[in-house]
């Protein structure tokens, strides 16, 4: 018998306030593609760190190719031949994209003629990344493609994955599965995690299940459906969100776009070109797309962080908006929860009283003769917390000491509690679980049965399948023409995702 690859035992990780990892056993074959499940918070992100360095265990031992270890850091971690692509992603913004991978490198031999090989394993991936351009220019999924491509020039012996597919289209997600099997056929086990069940049963030949610190579970993917996996994650049955049907167009429009044609923000921006779109009352727009093609230009237009040009060219409930900035169009009932939760979203080292005060003062009226009313912020923050079960100690918590997700659930319901009259969420359930994706999925539903018109940014086409009324696509800064969820196919938005024109692809299905 082969001796795994990496075997955990007894591993114990405590934070104040919190036992992270509770006696934790993980066991990772030779050749193996291995998920790791759970909620946010059930304490995923300690394991893995622990295995790449980042953290050290207070209890437990780690076997590394049958032989006990004790891992000092990150750069030991990958000279034993372990390689992480984290879900935050850890690169220094002022770099090129060549500069951050070559960091992650620790060789000096394994730099030469980087450029090159950058650019030939980001294509045979599937993962396009320009070696050549600044980090700060990009999106956090092409940001991500960077994390994927760094490990993979390691040729590593364990490469674990934090979310690898919330960046690409349906047929790219599986071309990198192809690429996957082949690197775990060719000797490079992978711990994969993800919240897509469907994917994780499509690739992974076993699973560990985590729930609040401990193994609950270890069980065949392929032997369980998604729903069943979800259960055991949850400790619950998990409910489908209500199917819902296109309403009628009765409602009456709260958001209008108009010819939207903005320069690129910087050299390796996206223009965007001659957007126009309609929202009613009551109704969920999907916007698709791969990283990258103007999404982050859209939102910053939509939300005012980037002036629309005329004012007449964004129009929320029948007033002109597109020369107002965030303030101003919040007092018209718009609300806003952008793709990059850390920074944007939130400012980590505050609270989250303090973080609800930021977007919620105007409309939560959380300001009394001048001065933040204390009181009525922390309630608010207290009721977001209770109704999206936000996992954390209260409402004086940094923002930063939350899981990602459990910030995700924060945000978005501090939104949606300010009951808009327009919602333009971007990216809302990225890196977050089944459990918590439906409770995020349900009050973005309830808004728009309210009677708030809804705008749904997402590079998850099960997301948008399951959420939207009509489906745009967004592809090199332009929109396509919005389709009925019932005439849209996975196919057809996953090509013009890949940047296929309606047309083209209409006449290659016809001839064919």
């Known amino acids: 018998m082969t001796a795994p690859l990496l075997q955990l035992r007894g591993i114990v990780k405590q934070f104040p306030g919190c036992l992270a990892n509770d006696h934790v056993d993980l066991t990772i074959g030779q050749h193996q593609i291995h998920a790791l499940l759970g909620e946010n918070g059930a304490g995923k992100s300690t394991l893995v760190k622990i295995i790449y360095g980042v953290m050290k265990p207070d209890e437990g031992e780690i076997i590394w190719q049958g032989q006990p270890v004790v891992i000092q850091n990150p750069a030991h971690a990958r000279r034993l031949g372990i390689g992480m692509v984290f879900q935050h992603l850890s690169l220094f913004e002022a770099l090129t994209v060549a500069d951050n991978i070559a960091l992650g490198l620790n060789d000096a031999k394994d730099r030469i003629g980087l450029r090159e090989r950058i650019i030939d394993v980001s294509k045979s991936y599937g993962l396009p990344v320009d070696p050549d351009r600044t980090v700060h220019d990009l999106s956090v999924g092409e940001r991500q493609r960077i994390e994927i491509v760094r490990c993979l020039l390691q040729n590593p012996k364990l490469l674990i994955m934090d979310e690898p597919t919330s960046v690409l289209t349906p047929q790219e997600a599986e071309t990198l599965f192809v690429t996957l099997r082949r690197l775990a056929s060719e000797g490079c086990s992978i711990l994969y995690i993800s919240h897509k069940l469907e994917e994780v049963r499509a690739l992974c030949e076993e699973s560990t299940i985590m729930r609040l ?9 392929k032997e369980k459906t998604a729903r069943e ?13 209500a199917d819902r049907r296109p309403p009628p167009e009765t409602g009456k429009v709260r958001l209008s776009v108009d010819k939207l044609t903005l320069r690129a923000p910087s050299e390796f921006g996206t223009a965007l070109k001659d957007i126009s779109f309609q929202v009613r009352g009551g109704e969920v727009l999907g916007i698709a797309g791969i990283a990258g093609n103007g999404q982050g230009e859209l939102m910053d237009a939509l939300s005012g962080e980037m002036p629309a040009g005329r004012p007449e060219t964004i129009t929320l409930d029948d007033v002109a908006a597109g020369h107002m900035g965030p303030y101003q169009r ?3 009932g718009g609300c806003f929860v952008p793709e990059e939760r850390n920074g944007h979203g939130a400012v980590t080292t505050m609270s989250l009283a303090e973080n609800a005060f930021l977007s919620a003062h105007l409309r939560g009226a959380l300001v009394k003769l001048g001065l933040i009313d204390r009181n009525k912020t922390q309630d608010f923050a207290e009721k977001v917390i209770a109704r ?5 100690t209260g409402s004086k918590a940094m923002a930063k000491s939350l899981s990602g997700g459990n910030l995700q659930k924060f945000l978005v319901g501090r939104e949606v509690m300010l009951e808009p009259s327009v919602l333009v969420v971007s990216q809302p359930t990225w890196g977050v679980d089944a459990g918590a994706a439906a409770a995020i999925h349900e009050a973005v539903l309830a808004l728009a049965a309210s009677g708030a018109a809804v705008v749904v940014i997402s590079q998850d086409l099960d ?11 967004i592809a090199a800064g332009h929109l396509s023409e919005p389709v009925k969820v019932g005439e849209a196919s996975l196919e057809k938005i996953g090509l013009l995702m890949g940047g296929v024109k309606a047309e083209q692809h209409h006449g290659e299905t016809s001839h064919a």
Do not use: N, Q, Y
């Open 213 to 221: 610190g401990k193994v609950v579970a270890h069980v065949k993917p």
């Open 229 to 241: 996996l979800a259960g055991i994650m949850i400790s619950a049955e998990l409910k489908p969100v």
């Open 330 to 332: 919040r007092k018209l």
């Open 388 to 392: 999206f079960d936000v996992r954390t």
């Open 463 to 473: 997301e948008i399948f399951s959420l939207a009324d009509r489906i745009a696509v």
